[in-house]
């Protein structure tokens, strides 16, 4: 993974190293008051220069933990799901209740790279895909009781 996205300047990638291996309270108070002393010694310009590659780092950090958390909760829906894509067709649930693909389905039960970005199912998709499973429930247990 490229550092450099997070830790714009040297100095920044430098001092995250440093802290890292700080134990006590004691060595972190220590850090961050040179650290301060060596942000006031700089001129306005260098300040601003700083500021922005600090703000352009947060940035960077930010948009990877939404990615790692749209990840995870992908990872999560394949393994919430189970054995259900094997145990119904997926086909049908798809074209019948999203009017898709199947594939289109699969990619976001897999969270599959589509276009270089992870498929994930929006808040209102994952909503219709719990009522389509619960109709499909419904379907199958209405059945199952004429049965006997």
Wanted: with cysteine; glycine share 2%.
């Amino acid at each position: 993974m490229d550092m450099k996205r997070f830790f714009p300047t040297e100095e920044q990638e430098q001092d995250f190293f440093a802290y890292k291996d700080l134990r006590t309270e004691e060595e972190k108070k220590i850090f961050f008051k040179e650290r301060e002393e060596r942000y006031n010694r700089k001129s306005e310009t260098e300040k601003a220069a700083y500021d922005a590659a600090s703000m352009a780092g947060l940035k960077a950090i930010r948009e990877k933990m939404e990615d790692l958390k749209r990840e995870l909760d992908e990872i999560k829906m394949s393994k919430r799901l189970g054995e259900i894509p094997k145990m119904i067709s997926l086909s049908y649930l798809a074209t019948h209740y999203f009017k898709k693909s199947r594939s289109w389905l699969y990619q976001r039960i897999n969270n599959n790279k589509v276009n270089g970005k992870r498929a994930t199912f929006t808040e209102e998709e994952k909503k219709l895909l719990a009522e389509a499973l619960q109709d499909m429930a419904e379907k199958i247990k209405n059945t199952s009781l004429t049965l006997c």
